[in-house]
């Protein structure tokens, strides 16, 4: 009995120092730092985890305040985080620049033409396991199976006709549907941009024209009638130079393939 | 006194190496390791904690066997850390900021370190006294860290190797950190003076 007390008492002893000499540390070395550090520590999911690409938690928040890191990278938190970091962090810079995702394939259901009919999981991994490019022929098809859905956090991701489309409004471009897409086919463009070319396949015109009827067949037709040079076929695939092109929209109309697509844009006030 | 210092330093670099022959403080070995910056700075922080752990604990120790509650070492010891580890992240927050920076997590989780827990119970075990306690804590710390290194330095050349596909990242680290063993196996079993 006299042993238990004595240890109870020893290590509890221990402990208080230890706890007094903490708690004077703190005093000693207290650093400050800005407030809104620790509000946006708040706001965070708290789990540690690493996967906005910072060492836990603390270290996110502290380059949310100060390097001016995206709000939105807590996959815990999900949209919750974000929004209550960009309360805290954005009202003074939402004139940034802002970038979506787009995912440039416009081979639907109805356009693609198909190698096979694939009616296993729901799962664009697992449909990629058939030939190496899933059920539809072309290669840079969008399988339109969802694995980007899944991974939006936004739900700014939705299967429209057999094609993943990206709803601009919801869209942070935190690129998670990229990283998740087998085939690595969305690409970020910023939210500005008005016309944007909807496929991205680098096989020959009469390859594409085959095997997709929404296909770019490097006709050449957008470069020739694009007043400000905005527009260039390289590799067989038109592309676009988001600094030059105005958004006339010249590409979309004279586009005998209608891939050039214009984009919403609600611009605030 | 010199040369048991010399026998201890060299014994827990290379040849009982904590990582290697030991198989203490595998977790940061394994974790921090994918740059030799980070790798680095990890070793400094444990080579630092570890020596310094080694001092107050040979105290603590003391006092705990004057009061013959030496069965209650490794309780003890392990609240020296924790405060030690907490100790150190203040004063580098405030003293040096870019090495606390530098080491970020990392410097926390020192406190769960096994490797530092085992060099205060291994001096216990090895009945080392003072001096021989803190050059043992300084030496094996600098051979973790020498491990860390070059496990750090391997990894960084691995990533521009050719290896099959599903010994991507992970599994090719534990096949690394495996060959490595075998390389400082060549140093077991010897002995100085």
């Given at each position: 009995m006299e042993n238990i007390l004595y240890a109870i008492l020893v290590l509890g002893v221990m402990g208080a120092v230890f706890g007094a000499v903490l708690a004077f540390a703190a005093k000693v070395f207290h650093v400050e730092q800005d407030p809104r550090i620790a509000e946006v520590r708040s706001a965070l999911a708290g789990a540690n985890c690493g996967g906005c690409g910072f060492p836990g938690c603390d270290a996110y928040a502290q380059a949310v305040v100060l390097?001016?890191?995206?709000?939105?990278?807590c996959s815990p938190g999900g949209s919750k985080s974000a929004e209550k970091i960009c309360e805290i962090m954005c009202l003074d810079n939402s004139a940034e620049a802002k970038y979506v995702a787009f995912v440039p394939c416009s081979g639907s259901s109805e356009k693609a033409k198909k190698l096979f009919e694939y009616e296993g999981p729901a799962d664009c991994l697992a449909a990629m396991r058939f030939g190496n490019k899933g059920p539809k022929l072309c290669q840079f098809s969008c399988i339109g199976l969802g694995n980007c859905v899944n991974a939006c956090m936004f739900g700014a991701m939705n299967i429209v006709n057999g094609v993943a489309e990206v709803d601009r409004e919801k869209?942070?471009?935190?690129?998670a549907c990229a990283e998740a897409c087998p085939k690595g086919i969305i690409k970020k463009v910023p939210y500005e941009q008005k016309v944007l070319v909807g496929c991205r396949s680098t096989d020959k015109g009469a390859a594409k024209r085959k095997v997709c009827?929404?296909?770019?067949?490097?006709?050449?037709k957008c470069q020739r009638e694009c007043p400000h040079e905005a527009i260039v076929v390289e590799n067989n695939i038109a592309v676009i130079d988001y600094d030059k092109c105005?958004?006339?929209g010249t590409c979309a109309k004279v586009c005998p393939r209608s891939i050039i697509h214009p984009q919403k844009i609600y611009v605030q006030d | 006194m010199l040369a048991s210092v010399i026998s201890i330093s060299i014994g827990a670099i290379l040849i009982n190496n904590f990582i290697f022959s030991?198989?203490?403080?595998?977790c940061p070995f394994l974790?921090?390791?994918?740059k030799v910056d980070t790798a680095v700075g990890m070793g400094i922080a444990v080579t630092f904690v570890m020596g310094l752990a080694s001092a107050i604990c040979y105290v603590v120790d003391g006092l705990l066997r004057n009061l013959g509650l030496e069965y209650m070492n490794t309780l003890a010891f392990i609240l020296v850390i924790a405060v030690l580890v907490q100790l150190v992240e203040m004063f580098l927050k405030k003293s040096i900021p870019s090495l606390y920076n530098a080491l970020g997590i990392y410097l926390p989780l020192i406190t769960t370190n096994c490797a530092v827990l085992g060099v205060v119970l291994l001096n216990v075990q090895y009945k080392y006294n003072f001096i021989e306690s803190v050059t043992y804590g300084i030496t094996g710390g600098l051979g973790f860290m020498l491990a860390i290194v070059l496990f750090a330095s391997v990894r960084e050349r691995v990533q521009f190797a050719e290896y099959p596909e599903s010994f991507e990242g992970f599994p090719i680290a534990l096949v690394t950190a495996g060959l490595l063993a075998l390389a400082f196996m060549g140093f077991s079993g010897m002995k100085l003076g």
């Open positions: 390097e001016g890191a995206a709000p939105n990278l869209c942070v471009a935190c690129m009827d929404a296909s770019c067949i490097a006709c050449m105005t958004g006339c | 030991k198989f203490l403080g595998c974790g921090c390791s994918t």
